[in-house]
């Protein structure tokens, strides 16, 4: 478990189904633009979602953290897509749309970027945001990372395909921490 002055982080498991897609419900036409998983969620999608989440942390094929403000799940954030030869993986967020703006998921963002880092060893973090979504784009900027590139066609929301920005992250590479490092284990 992750925590930091607001939030729990904590890996998702089967049993966070529910509470994922309820935040997910919440905030579908603000994902659906976005996220290629949006268009089809559903109670049972979340549930399988939840499922593989946990399965991927048992064998180290990614470190879905569902993220807690209060006693309600608001989002989720992961390291995904890990390549161990390059020493590389994936960061990708969402969070409920009233908690948008807050500031709560670049602080659970700095979180998970120090374990991927300081516990897991990575060398290199990647994070795709599409032009249009200023919000996401925002957290990577203020997280240190830097925009390298844009992937023509790269992703998918409820329009079709967009584009996606390519942002890098070393571990070498100065970042703000927005969070006090602080790893319970649980």
Known sequence: ????????????????????????????????????????????????????????????????FAVSYGD????????????????????????????????????????????AFDELGFHRLELHAAPGNHASRRVAEKLGFQEEGLLRDGSRGSGGFHDAIVYGLLATDPRPSFHVPDRTEG
């Open 1 to 64: 478990m992750l925590t930091t002055p607001r939030l729990a982080l904590v890996p998702v498991t089967a049993a966070h189904g529910d509470a994922i897609w309820r935040a997910t419900e919440a905030s579908l036409s603000e994902l659906k633009p976005w996220m290629p998983w949006a268009e089809e969620a559903s109670p049972t999608a979340q549930a399988d979602f939840a499922a593989r989440a946990e399965r991927a942390w048992q064998t180290s094929e990614g470190w879905p």
């Open 72 to 115: 309600e799940v608001c989002g989720v954030i992961g390291i995904d897509d890990p390549d161990r030869l390059t020493s590389r993986a994936e960061i990708g967020y969402w969070i409920r749309s009233d908690l948008a703006g807050s500031g709560l998921m670049t602080e659970a963002a700095s979180a998970v970027i120090a374990f």
